[in-house]
């Protein structure tokens, strides 16, 4: 039997039936996509016969985790995994004709086998092993259905399950395959319980079992769990909770509730003798999430609802029963097996299988059957891998599910069921449009117009019709909605809707806001909340940016309907300041002007209006512009300091000289027209302040910052002459300060005649002038006589020539024998200044007779201090710190430190020199004689030389002293110094 299942191929007798769908619905408006079809017509179930010829007739089928079991006719098992096709296994239970398998039970891992023989002899099979073992405790009975525990993920055990009997009995056990042992071991049944008959009346086969834990109910300390249960005609549900620490059997507390009371079942008429329950689970150990169960009169299906929805005793909900399907004129046949999928229940006849949609409880697809495979047994479905599998006595078919939710979203969106719809549609964006617009629709017919909008706004419907559906019916504020909806769905690269849309949105709130006002509830709670609304929607970062570029526009749309208020909103919105500023300004409204000015940041704005301001409010401009600190110009805010009115705000602190004095002390101002200015007010307005304004500048000419001589005609034209007098001084115009102070007070003379400290003649003059106007103007001698004693600089001899020619002596003779007594003084004390100079001339010349006859000796082996040579072999210098020097050697060191004109002069007395000694012939010995001898007058070109160079030791002298700091390597020879080093 190589190659099994390696090759398939389509049935060929008879061709499927698939039903078409359902047309699409008419809908009210066209959407925006094209009609075209999105998918391709590959039906949803479609059937391929496994190319596989069995060795005997197939008795049963069954398939779990890819894993297939057939029972023979012969009594033996045919065990294939599909991953290894060719790899089959056959396991013989009975020997030939002794025995007949009545039935098989596979757990959903594949691991666990169940084997039901006609003899009510029954056997386990582990997926492992090749020898079945008889299971003596449930001898004597036919087993009929399974609960698997789905849980389990052991390969030895199937954990705790439940078994039914033909005779309405319903057993819990655990059976271990005893493979791990060593050791004999009796019965597999871990323990054997019968737990609830549903055969009391009469017996009746218990044709359906299932289980499932209620994860959602169940705490640390217990487990409820749902048992279903079902036989020919009746449905049976359990509910009950477990203890966690329960010792087998389990399910014994959930049936013990139930056994004294009435029974509690659904029942259904007309069975035929057997049924089938199955589950759907859309994720393997999840929770079940529908059932169907193959009765008499039909298929009953429903949903589970695990959470508690449905009742105490109860799991299932939304139920129905649908009728099998019937053709026309046809003999009603009875169903042989069922299968159950997410949305369909495929329903195996004798001779064909159908599938019925569970939505719609429409035939979508009706398969028939040929006899020659042999006539139709049985359907399984791989509740791991979802694979469905039919088969007849001779053949095995497998059927292919593609895409089974694809038109889902249809059946929900005629049921009305919206959100499933769209669940089902997510990833097809023309079927999406399609259920939105339906919404949409049906809400607007409903009469919920703003949800309707909502919705419309997300589809691709004509913005116009739509528009229009809202207009005819009179809904601003739904077609508001839908605007502002488009609005947010458009692109940054379409402009002109945007532009369209926010024009027609702000027309329409303009328009509500308009009738509110009409009506007086322009104070009414829903004005208010209407213009914050507006509000918010002109502030949105993208209704800001297209209003931006036409502004003007707007601000003609909201003006033609009168809205002050939100013209200066909007106004402001723009950063439009200016024409905020100048509404109020028109309507008088100076503070508002003056804080929406302190709220934006054009300085220019401030220079434009506070004039303005400054005539109406000018306490509050100035304060305002104090808080603005340095960002201000002050000198561009003198146009509205003059505006200020003096007069009119005489009882008030003065707001212009406030500012000015802020500027001034505060913010250290030195503008000279802030200054200017300020001298003014105060020479006009305070005088008193005038002259502290004054000292505080001080007397610098060069750091007061008022213009001297606008200040000084200003105060003289106000009659300050203490203040003239001062800016007199500063000036320096000392003699004038003095002439003017002594028509003031004679100690503001006085003061003023001391400040020119540096210049003595000067402060006599201005003395003499006090003392001339005291004696001849005020008549007072004894104070003339006392200026002797407070300036220094006057004697008695300058001050009599003040006073009248008949005087007596009495008042000035004691000035006079002081005045003889200071001349004796100071000519002994010239005297000995004389003496002290003389002794020092002769000092003087002794020193230089002495410095004459110095002399030093050399010997021959000195040498050069400059160069290292011999000293004697040619013209050398010694200087007094001992430092010998060739001419040339020396020449070398004091040249860089002279001047460009010593360095020229150097040059040139060395020329005269070598031209002198090659005309002379004379020879070395005799060259350094000549030499040392300085002090030869014949030979000036020498003589000079030796002043330049030989002045002083060019290593003890200023030279050396003025290049402490120079740097080893001058920068010329910089680079020579770093090549050197490479």
């Keep these: 039997m190589a190659n099994l299942f390696d090759q398939y191929e389509q049935a060929s007798s008879r061709t499927h039936v698939s039903v078409p769908r359902m047309p699409a619905m008419q809908e009210p408006i066209a959407t925006g996509f094209i009609n075209a079809r999105l998918e391709d017509d590959t039906p949803i179930f479609s059937k391929q016969r496994i190319n596989f010829k069995p060795p005997d007739a197939i008795g049963k089928l069954t398939v779990c985790n890819n894993f297939l079991v057939m029972a023979m006719s012969t009594g033996s098992l045919l065990r294939i995994d599909l991953e290894r096709p060719n790899e089959p296994d056959e396991v013989e239970i009975t020997k030939s004709g002794t025995d007949k398998i009545r039935s098989i039970f596979l757990d959903p891992t594949g691991r666990h086998l169940l084997i039901s023989m006609a003899s009510q002899e029954n056997y386990y099979l582990s997926r492992n092993s090749r020898k079945p073992r008889q299971l003596g405790k449930l001898k004597g009975h036919h087993i009929e259905s399974v609960g698997w525990n789905r849980q389990n993920t052991s390969d030895s055990s199937t954990g705790p399950i439940l078994i039914g009997t033909t005779r309405g009995a319903i057993f819990e056990t655990e059976v271990m395959s005893g493979e791990d042992s060593r050791f004999f071991q009796g019965s597999l049944e871990q323990y054997w319980k019968q737990l609830f008959n549903l055969g009391k009346d009469k017996s009746t086969p218990v044709t359906g079992l299932e289980f499932e834990k209620m994860p959602q109910l169940s705490t640390m300390s217990e487990y409820k769990y749902f048992i279903m249960a079902t036989t020919p005609g009746r449905l049976y549900q359990f509910v009950g909770s477990i203890p966690s620490s329960t010792e087998p059997p389990m399910f014994q507390h959930v049936f013990d509730t139930y056994q004294d009371m009435p029974e509690s079942f659904l029942e259904l008429p007309g069975n035929f003798g057997y049924s089938e329950l199955m589950l759907f689970y859309s994720k393997y150990r999840g929770q079940p999430s529908s059932f169907a169960w193959m009765t008499g009169p039909g298929i009953y299906f429903g949903s589970i609802d695990t959470t508690g929805g449905a009742g105490t005793d109860s799991v299932t909900t939304d139920t129905k029963l649908m009728p099998y399907p019937k053709e026309e004129g046809a003999k009603s046949e009875v169903p042989i097996a069922i299968v159950l999928t997410e949305f369909h229940v495929l329903i195996l006849f004798p001779n064909r299988l159908k599938a019925m949609c569970v939505l719609n409880e429409q035939l979508i697809y009706d398969d028939t059957f040929t006899e020659r495979y042999g006539k139709l047994l049985g359907i399984c479905k791989d509740p791991l891998r979802g694979t469905i599998w039919a088969y007849t006595d001779q053949a095995v078919f497998k059927y292919r599910v593609v895409r089974e939710a694809r038109d889902v979203w249809q059946m929900y969106l005629d049921k009305g069921e919206f959100d499933l719809a769209r669940e089902y549609c997510k990833d097809n964006p023309a079927n999406m449009d399609k259920v939105v617009t339906k919404q949409a629709e049906k809400y607007f017919q409903d009469g919920q117009f ?52 926010v024009t027609w949105l702000i027309e329409i709130f303009l328009n509500q806001l308009g009738c509110l006002k009409e009506q007086g509830k322009d104070m009414s709670e829903a004005y208010d909340t209407l213009q914050d609304e507006f509000r918010k929607f002109l502030a949105s970062t993208r209704v800001k940016e297209c209003v931006s570029y036409n502004r003007n526009t707007f601000y003609d749309l909201i003006a033609s309907h009168g809205d002050v208020e939100d013209m200066v909103y909007f106004a402001v919105l723009m950063q439009d300041f200016e024409r905020v500023i100048s509404h109020y300004l028109q309507h008088d409204d100076y503070k508002q002007a003056l804080g929406m000015l302190t709220k934006q940041s054009d300085i220019e704005l401030v220079y434009k209006f506070s004039p303005l301001l400054m005539q109406y409010i000018p306490s509050e401009t100035v304060d305002a512009w104090v808080k603005m600190t340095r960002k201000l110009d002050a000198k ?53 302040k005038l002259m502290a304004y004054l000292k505080l500048q001080g007397e610098d000419p060069d750091s007061v910052h008022y213009d001297l001589k606008y200040g000084l005609r200003l105060c003289a034209e106000h009659g300050h002459q203490r203040a003239c007098v001062h800016i007199y001084t500063t000036m320096g115009l000392y003699e004038e300060a003095v002439d003017l102070a002594l028509k003031v007070d004679v100690d503001l003379a006085k003061q003023n005649a001391d400040k020119p400290e540096d210049d003595e003649e000067l402060r006599k003059k201005l003395w003499l002038k006090i003392a001339r106007h005291v004696v001849e103007e005020d008549k007072d001698i004894r104070t003339a006589m006392e200026f002797l004693h407070e300036c220094d600089l006057l004697k008695i001899e300058d001050i009599l020539p003040f006073f009248p020619d008949f005087v007596t002596i009495d008042h000035f003779k004691d000035a006079i024998i002081t005045s003889l007594q200071e001349y004796n003084q100071h000519i002994e004390s010239l005297k000995e200044d004389m003496e002290e100079a003389t002794q020092s001339a002769k000092e003087i010349r002794g020193e230089i007779q002495s410095f004459r006859n110095k002399y030093a000796f050399v010997k021959s082996n000195d040498k050069c201090s400059a160069c290292g040579f011999p000293l004697l072999t040619r013209n050398f210098y010694l200087f007094p710190c001992m430092h010998r020097f060739h001419t040339d050697c020396l020449i070398s060191e004091v040249y860089p430190h002279l001047s460009s004109s010593k360095k020229t002069q150097v040059e040139q007395l060395q020329k005269q020199i070598n031209a002198r000694e090659e005309h002379h012939g004379t020879s070395a010995l005799a060259a350094a004689a000549l030499s040392a001898s300085v002090g030869r007058r014949d030979n000036t070109g020498k003589v000079e030389l030796d002043e330049i160079i030989a002045a002083e030791c060019v290593y003890c002298g200023e030279y050396m002293i003025r290049n402490v700091s120079a740097p080893f390597i001058r920068a010329d020879e910089y680079e020579e110094a770093i090549e050197s080093w490479r």
């Design 636 to 688: 561009k805010l003198i146009p509205a300091l003059v505006q200020y009115d003096h007069q009119k705000y005489m009882a008030q602190d003065n707001a212009a000289i406030r500012y000015l004095e802020f500027c001034v002390q505060t913010l250290d101002n030195t503008d000279q027209a802030i200054h200017n200015y300020l001298l003014s007010l105060y020479a006009k307005l305070h005088p008193e």
């Design 450 to 501: 703003e949800k309707s909008a909502n919705l419309y706004a997300l589809t691709q419907n004509s913005f116009e019709e739509v528009a229009l559906k809202f207009i005819q019916v009179e809904k601003p504020d739904a077609l508001k909605s839908f605007l502002m909806k488009k609005l947010v769905g458009l692109k940054p690269q379409d402009k002109t809707q945007m532009t369209m849309i």
